[in-house]
């Protein structure tokens, strides 16, 4: 984050593409084309990494991976599959998705967030407008659920103006955050193609991406700060409204450990220490040992579950100090590094 090597999207724009992704390729040819560029890109990265290769020694392509990124992301919002809702809306016919959002970027904020995990801050923080799941206690619901649409609709290339100020004004990195960053996915990746300037691109989602959009994403994105938030479907179901979270959510966090640097957060919710917070910690002690790990114990009720607090008595309340000691004693037990970010 000090500009000792260049951010991931950077090399993205120099691996040069043989043919031009706008020329009407179908969806197949796309990622074939894709899958073989992305195989130069990791070399590139791996030398760049090692320090036997500068950016500045690579020539800037006519059309690079990155296109091929921007316009396969646009393909997949066509008949939306971003995340694996797969809504199948027309959202680049204006019809909103699941998420509420339709063609247009909508920003809601930006600034300086000095509230984030300490390795991160001050973080570039883009709070984007709509979300995918449906959370009845989220702290974000203005933006995410109710007031979706009331941001102001930035381009791709205003989006890249934005990550440019905030990076020269003091940011370690750019934060796309929301809501969730993910229904805006192509709009953030086209924004590359006018960032010139070197800044980490950090994900700060709740995972829950179709995996051609985490093929997209996990050749840009530097740093993951990924939600955990339910150790079964059932919690997922009941408190978000997503099927099958346990398995698409798990499955992505571990492809995005296998590609970048992750932080990774665990909101202790009420009542829900051994259902969800233990298995929670066990998976990321067996299968992203690498990871830190922040134990949230900022929950507090809010959103639908104040407004109907008797349908949702358990989680209606903070958790008590001995929820939260036992969830640390559960991360000391498993060996997880959570006290430099909790």
């Not at 955050?177 to 192509?186: A, E, I, K, Q, Y």
């Not at 938030?229 to 499955?251: D, H, L, M, P, Q």
């Not at 929670?280 to 507090?300: D, S």
Request: glycine letters at 4%; aromatic letters at 10%; proline letters at 5%.
């Amino acid at each position: 984050m000090v500009n000792e090597k260049p951010a991931k999207f950077l090399i993205v724009k120099r691996v040069e593409s043989p043919v031009n992704p706008y020329n009407g390729l179908s969806e197949k040819e796309l990622w074939s084309l894709h899958d073989r560029l992305v195989i130069e890109f990791k070399k590139l990265w791996e030398k760049i990494r090692g320090g036997s290769l500068k950016l500045n020694e690579l020539s800037r392509p006519q059309y690079s991976l990155l296109d091929v990124k921007i316009v396969l992301a646009y393909r997949l919002m066509e008949e939306c599959r971003l995340c694996e809702r797969r809504c199948g809306v027309e959202r680049l016919k204006g019809r909103p998705g699941v998420c509420l959002m339709s063609d247009k970027c909508v920003v809601h904020s930006y600034f300086h967030h000095i509230g984030e995990e300490a390795p991160l801050v001050p973080s570039g923080t883009i709070f984007y407008g709509g979300c995918n799941f449906k959370c009845v206690y989220c702290q974000n619901w203005d933006i995410s659920q109710v007031y979706a649409w009331k941001g102001e609709v930035v381009s791709p290339r205003e989006l890249a103006l934005i990550q440019e100020e905030l990076r020269k004004t003091g940011a370690r990195n750019i934060n796309h955050v929301g809501g969730d960053p993910t229904p805006h996915l192509p709009f953030i990746v086209e924004s590359f193609k006018f960032l010139e300037i070197n800044v980490p691109q950090l994900w700060n989602s709740n995972m829950y991406l179709s995996m051609e959009s985490m093929k997209i994403l996990v050749d840009l994105i530097d740093i993951w700060l990924p939600d955990l938030k339910y150790g079964n479907n059932e919690c997922a179901w009941r408190y978000s409204k997503v099927r099958n979270y346990w398995e698409i959510v798990t499955r992505n966090i571990k492809y995005a450990y296998e590609n970048g640097d992750m932080i990774i957060r665990h909101l202790v919710l009420p009542n829900h220490i051994e259902c969800c917070t233990r298995k929670v910690l066990e998976w990321i002690a067996k299968n992203t040992q690498r990871v830190l790990v922040n134990v949230m114990e900022q929950y507090r009720p809010e959103h639908l579950v104040v407004k109907y607090s008797d349908r949702y008595r358990e989680i209606s309340r903070r958790p008590t100090r001995k929820e939260i000691m036992e969830a640390y004693r559960i991360a000391d037990e498993l060996g997880l590094v959570y006290k430099p970010v909790s």
